[in-house]
Structures are given as structure tokens and as C-alpha cells.
């Protein structure tokens, strides 16, 4: 049974009740990381839940930490992970065991959850002023959101670039989105109208909905039947060019984020750095 991943739709939500599902011995053969861990001798349990506000590992976003708990036992999340659509909550019972079918309440720890989602959102706000500043440069969705170093990459050139430019051009429009307390919000939709308004498509099922984060001053997303109109203002936008800065940023995406751009605080670019065929931006958020 596929896990419920409850931050899809709100990526706020720190606790939610659950049902265990699964406490397995075995892991499947996919899960290379707990294979490691066993390799080394370490022992961990694994908890599957019918829901979860746990973030799993994956789109360059490190896992949730946090605790499972109920009346019978308090379990300790040191890890997370996802292997076919079934989320993994890895770590140790601090005291007391569960039992399949009984309700446990999770809670997420706060405290990573935002730096994270900082550093991811402001992954994202660093493309939004790319693709205004270098639309020719190609995103490549690999993006490394992790507290040691996060940077963005993409498909293009350096040469002949002014680096020191480019690295204050960057900041500067970052920052004024920032000061400016853009909000983050959630559309869900399918793939042809998500290729109308995002530079970067992922791979989804045929006839799954993805998740599209956007960046900037909400107003409708209505698919072109119901409001073409609207609809086509709105893909213009958010290709944007030079002379016309993108009022908004949509992002395939199934990661968490902050509620408001403001809550990054500052962000600044640590290197532009032309690696073969691609460029990486690293950039850091304030502490
Ligand atoms: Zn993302």
C-alpha cells in the first residue's frame, strides 16, 4: 500500500496521526542506503505508516527527523527513506514497541524542517532569477538543496561571462523578491499544462497530476478549457525576458518549502563555476 505523503498538499503540516502498516524485518533490494547500514553492523527498525508528514530523502532535499509515538512506545525517525511510492521511517524505540493496525501520532522536528525548506525554496528563487538573467541557460533539475554547500546547475556556457556581474545581478534580484515577501503556493496539474508554464518538466505517470510550487502573487491557475484567457497571460509571464521580469515562477517540484519567500532572509552566491557542459551556481542562505 502506497504511503499518504500528506506535505504534498501542505507543506506546513509538522504532525499527523497515523496508522502502522508495516514494521518489517526485511528491506527490499532497492533500498541500497539501509543495506549500508547493515553492511556496517548497525541494527535499525523500520516503521510504515498509511500516512506520513515525513519527508523522505529525494529531489536533492534531504530526509525528516522526528519522533512516532503513542501510548505503548516512542520511536526515534534518524532517517527517512522512499522505495516504490512506500515511505521508510528508519530509526530506534526509545522505549516500548508498536503493533500492526494501532494509531501513533508523528511529529516532524521543526527546526531542520525550516532550514531545509529555506534552502530548497531558495534553490528555487536562484532559478527564477536565471532563467530571467540567462533564459538560453537550460535548468537541469539535479539541484543540491543540502545545508553543506547547496548549489543549482544548468546546461550552458560561461564563456565570455562577467562572473562578478552575474554573481551581483543574482543577488540583487533575489533579494528584492525576498524583501519583498513573495508567497509560495501549491498547484497540482498534468503535464501538458505544466510544460505551458515551467522551463523544466519531470518524468510523471501518464495521467498522474504533478505538483507545481509557484513563487510570486497568487491569483488562479485554471487549466485553458476552463479559463484560457487567464490562462495564456500566465504562460507569457512566466517565461518573462530581460525588459520584462517574470511575476511569477512555477516549479515542478515535490519538495517542501517555505510559506513566504521572507523567510530565507538573505541569500547570497557563493560560486559561478563552469563544469563541462554545465554551469553550477552555489548559494547559500543567511544563518
Ligand atoms: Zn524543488
Given at each position: 500500500m502506497e504511503t499518504k505523503l500528506l506535505y504534498l498538499e501542505d507543506f506546513t503540516r509538522l504532525t499527523c496521526d497515523a496508522k502502522i502498516v508495516g514494521i518489517p524485518r526485511e528491506m527490499p533490494e532497492n533500498d541500497s542506503h539501509t543495506y549500508t547500514m547493515r553492511s556496517h553492523g548497525i541494527?535499525?527498525?523500520?516503521?510504515?505508516?498509511?500516512?506520513?508528514?515525513?519527508?523522505?530523502?529525494?529531489?536533492?532535499?534531504?530526509?525528516?527527523t522526528g519522533v512516532?509515538?503513542?501510548?505503548?512506545?516512542?520511536?526515534?525517525?534518524?532517517?527517512?527513506?522512499m522505495a516504490d511510492n512506500i515511505v521508510r521511517h528508519i530509526g530506534h524505540f526509545e522505549h516500548g514497541a508498536f503493533a500492526e493496525g494501532k494509531r501513533v501520532e508523528c511529529r516532524v522536528d521543526a527546526e531542520r524542517r525550516l532550514l531545509h525548506s529555506r534552502i530548497h525554496s531558495a534553490g528555487h528563487l536562484v532559478d527564477w532569477a536565471v532563467a530571467e538573467l540567462k533564459p538560453v541557460w537550460t535548468p537541469d533539475p539535479r539541484g543540491y538543496h543540502y545545508p553543506n554547500g547547496p548549489y543549482v546547475t544548468y546546461t550552458g556556457s560561461l564563456q565570455g561571462e562577467d562572473k562578478e556581474k552575474l554573481k551581483n545581478?543574482?543577488?540583487?534580484?533575489?533579494?528584492?523578491?525576498?524583501?519583498?515577501g513573495e508567497e509560495v503556493s501549491i498547484r497540482f496539474m498534468n503535464q501538458e499544462e505544466m510544460k505551458k508554464i515551467s522551463r523544466s518538466i519531470p518524468d510523471l505517470p501518464d495521467g498522474k497530476p504533478g505538483r507545481v510550487i509557484m513563487f510570486g502573487r497568487a491569483f488562479d491557475v485554471s487549466p485553458p478549457r476552463r479559463n484560457p484567457e487567464k490562462f495564456s497571460t500566465l504562460a507569457r509571464a512566466s517565461r518573462g525576458s530581460l525588459n520584462f521580469p517574470m511575476k511569477q515562477c512555477f516549479i515542478p517540484c515535490g519538495g517542501t518549502h517555505i510559506r513566504n519567500l521572507s523567510e530565507i532572509?538573505?541569500?547570497?552566491?557563493?560560486?559561478?563555476?563552469?563544469?563541462?557542459?554545465?554551469i553550477r551556481i552555489g548559494y547559500d542562505v543567511a544563518s
Open positions: 541494527c535499525m527498525d523500520v516503521l510504515i505508516l498509511n500516512q506520513t508528514v515525513f519527508y523522505p530523502q529525494g529531489g536533492g532535499q534531504p530526509y525528516d512516532i509515538e503513542s501510548p505503548a512506545g516512542k520511536f526515534v525517525v534518524e532517517e527517512v527513506r545581478d543574482i543577488e540583487e534580484v533575489c533579494s528584492r523578491r525576498i524583501a519583498a532572509r538573505g541569500l547570497t552566491i557563493r560560486k559561478i563555476k563552469q563544469e563541462g557542459a554545465n
